[in-house]
């Protein structure tokens, strides 16, 4: 039986999505992406994913949006989120004061620190997910 945690990533740069794939994989995780919120919500709901890194400025729907709708929605509103963003640091004020939703799993600028960005994927799912 695979204990293997599944991560969606929710981003638009293909260069973000080639890291964040890459160093999920090497730790271990099963990856799923989508290139903006309307796949993102829509593979969210299709997979059930253990957690979703998401990006909020996308084209077609932001990272918001999405948010809002995996909140909205029972079958999706307790995946954790960790927000990845290059906006700054106000939003992440922004985000947590607004009581439509409840405050992300987790908050990163851009650039990564990958460190940092494993250490909180791993207490949010757990560390036993080493790869057979």
């Given at each position: 039986?695979?204990?293997?945690?599944?991560?969606?990533?929710?981003?638009?740069?293909?260069?973000?999505?080639?890291?964040?794939?890459?160093?999920?994989?090497?730790?271990?995780?099963?990856v799923i992406?989508?290139?903006?919120?309307?796949?993102?919500?829509?593979?969210?709901?299709?997979?059930?994913?253990?957690l979703?890194?998401?990006?909020?400025?996308?084209?077609?729907?932001?990272?918001?949006?999405?948010?809002?709708?995996?909140?909205?929605?029972?079958?999706?509103?307790n995946i954790p989120v960790i927000i990845i963003t290059g906006i700054t640091h106000d939003f992440k004020r922004f985000i947590e004061t607004r009581k439509q939703v409840h405050p992300p799993a987790g908050y990163f600028d851009k650039p990564l620190d990958r460190e940092k960005l494993l250490a909180k994927i791993n207490e949010l799912l757990g560390a036993a997910n080493r790869a057979a």
């Open positions: 039986m695979s204990t293997q945690k599944t991560i969606l990533v929710v981003e638009d740069e293909p260069d973000q999505i080639a890291y964040l794939d890459t160093l999920l994989k090497d730790q271990g995780f099963a992406t989508a290139a903006d919120g309307r796949e993102g919500f829509e593979k969210a709901k299709a997979n059930h994913p253990d979703i890194t998401l990006d909020i400025s996308m084209p077609q729907e932001s990272g918001v949006r999405m948010f809002r709708d995996l909140q909205g929605d029972p079958a999706t509103s």
